[in-house]
C-alpha cells in the first residue's frame, strides 16, 4: 500500500510540473525573440504606460493599406496587429504644432520623441512600411494619417451605393470583456462588389466612447462576419456596440445591440479548467491520504 501511495503522489506532482511547464512555453513563445523595427535605441515599454491611455483605436492591417486619418482629442493609442504582432502608436503631450509619439512594437519603445507639424515618421516592420504623419496640431487636438505601404492602393475604386447592415451579439451578458463576440450580417443591393469601411464602438452607459475599431472590407452580396473583441479592456457596466459602414460617396449605415459586463458568478467559477483541474488533483490527494491512515485489513494478516 506504501508503494501504491508513493506511486499516485509521484503522479499529482509529474501532472502539477507539466501544467507548470506547458504555461512557461506558452508564456515563452508568445514573446518576441528579437525586435523586428528599429529606429531608435531600444528601450523597454515605460511601466504602466498602456494604462494611462484613455482610448484605443484598433485599426486592422486592411484599413492602414487604405490609409487612416483622424482627429485625436485625448491620450490615445492606434492598436494594431502586423506580421502577427502587435504594434501600439500613443500620441499624447499636445500643443501647438506639435505632439509626442511613442511606437512600441516587439515588446520595446522603439520611438518616443516630439514631432512636428508636417513631419512624418515612417517605421519598418519587415518589407512593410508604417507611416504616421502630424497634419496639424493644437493645445486640444491633432490630426494624424497611418499608413501601411506594401503596394500601390489602385486610384480607380469604384463604390457602390444601397448597404445594410444588422449587428447581433452572441451573448448579451458576458464575464470577461473579451468574451464579446458579435455577428455582423451586410446585404449589398448594388451591382457588384463594393469597398467599405467598418467602424466598431463601444459606449458605455454615459455615453462616452471607450473603444473604436477600424477595418476595411469587400463585400459581395450578402455576408455573415464574426468580429471577436480579443483585445477589449473596459470595467463591469452597461454598454452599447454600435457598428457603422462607410461607402460610396459619404454613404452609411449602422447597426447597435446593448451588452452587459458583470462578474463572474460563483457557479460559473465551477466551470473554469485550471479550477476543475484543480478539484481532481485535490481529490485525488485526500483519497491516497485516507487511504494511507486506513490501510486495507487483508494487509494485516
Known amino acids: 500500500m506504501k508503494n501504491t501511495?508513493?506511486?499516485?503522489?509521484?503522479?499529482?506532482?509529474?501532472?502539477?510540473i507539466i501544467i507548470f511547464i506547458i504555461i512557461f512555453i506558452r508564456q515563452v513563445y508568445a514573446q518576441e525573440i528579437t525586435p523586428e523595427?528599429?529606429?531608435?535605441q531600444p528601450k523597454e515599454i515605460t511601466p504602466g504606460i498602456l494604462n494611462t491611455i484613455d482610448r484605443f483605436y484598433e485599426i486592422s492591417e486592411r484599413s492602414l493599406k487604405i490609409g487612416y486619418n483622424v482627429t485625436l482629442d485625448t491620450k490615445t493609442a492606434f492598436q494594431t496587429t502586423i506580421g502577427q504582432r502587435d504594434r501600439y502608436i500613443i500620441v499624447n503631450n499636445f500643443s501647438k504644432d506639435q505632439v509626442h509619439l511613442i511606437f512600441i512594437g516587439s515588446g520595446k519603445t522603439l520611438f518616443d520623441q516630439p514631432l512636428k507639424t508636417g513631419e512624418y515618421v515612417i517605421f519598418k516592420i519587415g518589407d512593410l512600411n508604417l507611416q504616421f504623419?502630424?497634419?496639424?496640431?493644437?493645445?486640444?487636438?491633432?490630426?494624424?494619417?497611418?499608413?501601411?505601404f506594401e503596394q500601390e492602393i489602385p486610384t480607380d475604386v469604384k463604390y457602390f451605393e444601397l448597404f445594410d447592415i444588422k449587428v447581433q451579439l452572441i451573448e448579451s451578458t458576458i464575464y470577461n470583456p473579451t468574451d464579446l463576440s458579435a455577428i455582423i450580417e451586410f446585404t449589398n443591393f448594388g451591382e457588384g462588389p463594393s469597398h467599405v469601411r467598418l467602424v466598431y464602438s463601444i459606449t458605455n452607459a454615459s455615453k462616452k466612447e471607450v473603444y473604436t475599431a477600424i477595418d476595411e472590407k469587400i463585400i459581395e452580396t450578402n455576408?455573415?462576419?464574426?468580429?471577436?473583441?480579443?483585445?477589449?479592456?473596459?470595467?463591469?457596466?452597461?454598454?452599447?456596440?454600435?457598428?457603422?459602414?462607410?461607402?460610396?460617396?459619404?454613404?452609411?449605415?449602422?447597426?447597435?445591440?446593448?451588452?452587459?459586463?458583470?462578474?463572474?458568478?460563483?457557479?460559473?467559477?465551477?466551470?473554469?479548467?485550471?479550477?476543475?483541474?484543480?478539484?481532481?488533483?485535490?481529490?485525488?490527494?485526500?483519497?491516497?491520504?485516507?487511504?494511507?491512515?486506513?490501510?486495507?485489513?487483508?494487509?494485516?494478516y
Open 133 to 148: 504623419v502630424l497634419h496639424s496640431a493644437n493645445e486640444t487636438h491633432a490630426k494624424v494619417e497611418l499608413k501601411l
Open 223 to 300: 455576408e455573415v462576419v464574426i468580429k471577436n473583441f480579443d483585445t477589449l479592456n473596459i470595467p463591469y457596466g452597461e454598454y452599447t456596440i454600435q457598428t457603422k459602414i462607410y461607402y460610396g460617396d459619404n454613404q452609411e449605415a449602422s447597426s447597435e445591440r446593448s451588452f452587459t459586463l458583470k462578474e463572474l458568478p460563483k457557479y460559473q467559477i465551477m466551470k473554469q479548467p485550471l479550477f476543475f483541474i484543480g478539484i481532481i488533483l485535490a481529490s485525488l490527494a485526500l483519497v491516497i491520504f485516507f487511504k494511507k491512515r486506513n490501510p486495507d485489513k487483508t494487509n494485516l
Open 5 to 16: 501511495g508513493k506511486f499516485a503522489i509521484g503522479l499529482i506532482v509529474k501532472a502539477v
Open 37 to 40: 523595427v528599429i529606429t531608435t
